[in-house]
C-alpha cells in the first residue's frame, strides 16, 4: 500500500517537524488513525510534495511529521485536457472521479446544446464546487501530488478556441454517419497539449461539430459501440495515456 495523500496550504516546518492540522490533521488522526513510523505525503495538489515519516500526534487533529525536504513532480508530458459535456445528476461528479484517478491534467465543463443538465447561477456554482472537491478528494484517493484543473464552465465558443490552440484536439462522436477516425490509431504529439470533446448523452449537434471542426478537431469515435458520457472521456483518457507513453 502506498503512503495516504494529505493537502497542505504551504510546506512551513519548524526545521524538520511540520504540524498538519484542521480537516486534513483530523482525518489522518481520528479516521487514518496514523501512529509513529508510518509514511505519509504532503502535497499542495499542484506538484509540491513531501514523504514524510509520523512522529505522533497530538489531540484529535494534529499530526507530527518529520519532513525532510521538499521536492516537486514535473508537469506530464503531454498534457491531458478533457472538455466534459454535464451529464445528468451525480454522473458527472463520477466522470471527474474516474478522470482523476486515471490521470487527466484538466476538466473543462461545458454547457452543449443538448444538454439537459443547465448551470445557472448558484446551483452552477454549487455543481462547479461539487466537482473540484471531487478531483481534490479522487486526486488524494489515487495518490497523485498534481491534482487536475476544473475550470469555469465553458461556452460552446470558448471550447473552440481552446480546440484551435490544442496540439492535438479531437472530439468523441457518436454518430457513426459521420465521418469519424478510431482514436486508437490518431497520430499523438509527444508534448504539448490534447484536447479532448465528450458530448452529452444527445451528442454533439452538427452545428458544433461544424464549429470545432473549423477550429482544427476531427471527429473520432472509440469503438464500435457508444459510451454514457459519463465513462467516455475516462475510457479515452486511459487510451491516449496509453499510447503517449504517461503510462510505460
Given at each position: 500500500?502506498?503512503?495516504?495523500v494529505?493537502?497542505v496550504?504551504?510546506?512551513?516546518?519548524?526545521?524538520?517537524?511540520y504540524?498538519l492540522?484542521?480537516?486534513?490533521?483530523r482525518?489522518?488522526?481520528?479516521?487514518?488513525?496514523?501512529?509513529?513510523g508510518?509514511?505519509?505525503?504532503l502535497?499542495?495538489?499542484?506538484?509540491?510534495?513531501a514523504?514524510?515519516?509520523?512522529?505522533?500526534?497530538?489531540?484529535?487533529?494534529?499530526?507530527?511529521?518529520?519532513?525532510p525536504?521538499?521536492?516537486?513532480?514535473?508537469a506530464?508530458?503531454?498534457?491531458?485536457?478533457?472538455?466534459?459535456?454535464?451529464?445528468k445528476?451525480?454522473?458527472?461528479e463520477?466522470a471527474?472521479?474516474t478522470?482523476t484517478?486515471?490521470?487527466?491534467?484538466?476538466?473543462?465543463?461545458?454547457?452543449?446544446?443538448?444538454?439537459?443538465?443547465?448551470?445557472?447561477?448558484?446551483?452552477?456554482l454549487?455543481?462547479?464546487?461539487k466537482?473540484?472537491?471531487?478531483?481534490?478528494?479522487?486526486?488524494?484517493q489515487?495518490?497523485?501530488?498534481r491534482?487536475?484543473?476544473?475550470?469555469?464552465?465553458?461556452s460552446?465558443?470558448?471550447v473552440?478556441?481552446?480546440?484551435?490552440?490544442?496540439?492535438?484536439?479531437?472530439?468523441l462522436?457518436?454518430?457513426?454517419?459521420?465521418t469519424?477516425?478510431?482514436?486508437?490509431?490518431?497520430?499523438l504529439p509527444?508534448e504539448?497539449?490534447?484536447?479532448?470533446v465528450?458530448?452529452?448523452?444527445?451528442g454533439?449537434s452538427?452545428?458544433?461539430?461544424a464549429?470545432?471542426?473549423?477550429?482544427?478537431?476531427?471527429a473520432?469515435?472509440?469503438g464500435?459501440s457508444v459510451?454514457?458520457?459519463?465513462?467516455a472521456?475516462t475510457?479515452?483518457?486511459?487510451l491516449?495515456l496509453?499510447?503517449?507513453?504517461?503510462?510505460?
Amino acid at each position: 500500500m502506498t503512503a495516504p495523500v494529505f493537502v497542505v496550504a504551504d510546506f512551513a516546518a519548524d526545521g524538520d517537524r511540520y504540524v498538519l492540522d484542521g480537516p486534513e490533521g483530523r482525518h489522518a488522526v481520528s479516521v487514518k488513525r496514523l501512529e509513529a513510523g508510518e509514511e505519509v505525503v504532503l502535497t499542495d495538489g499542484a506538484g509540491r510534495y513531501a514523504v514524510c515519516e509520523v512522529l505522533g500526534s497530538e489531540g484529535k487533529d494534529r499530526l507530527i511529521v518529520r519532513m525532510p525536504e521538499v521536492s516537486e513532480e514535473p508537469a506530464p508530458r503531454p498534457r491531458i485536457t478533457v472538455v466534459q459535456a454535464l451529464p445528468k445528476g451525480d454522473r458527472g461528479e463520477l466522470a471527474v472521479e474516474t478522470m482523476t484517478e486515471v490521470g487527466v491534467d484538466a476538466i473543462v465543463p461545458w454547457q452543449a446544446a443538448r444538454c439537459i443538465t443547465q448551470w445557472r447561477g448558484e446551483r452552477g456554482l454549487k455543481a462547479l464546487g461539487k466537482w473540484r472537491a471531487t478531483a481534490r478528494e479522487a486526486g488524494k484517493q489515487s495518490r497523485r501530488v498534481r491534482f487536475p484543473q476544473v475550470a469555469e464552465t465553458a461556452s460552446t465558443k470558448q471550447v473552440a478556441a481552446l480546440l484551435a490552440g490544442a496540439d492535438f484536439a479531437g472530439v468523441l462522436h457518436s454518430d457513426f454517419e459521420h465521418t469519424s477516425a478510431p482514436l486508437a490509431t490518431a497520430e499523438l504529439p509527444a508534448e504539448g497539449e490534447i484536447v479532448l470533446v465528450v458530448g452529452p448523452e444527445g451528442g454533439v449537434s452538427r452545428d458544433e461539430l461544424a464549429l470545432f471542426e473549423e477550429a482544427g478537431a476531427k471527429a473520432y469515435v472509440l469503438g464500435p459501440s457508444v459510451l454514457r458520457t459519463s465513462t467516455a472521456g475516462t475510457a479515452a483518457a486511459a487510451l491516449l495515456l496509453g499510447r503517449t507513453g504517461r503510462w510505460s
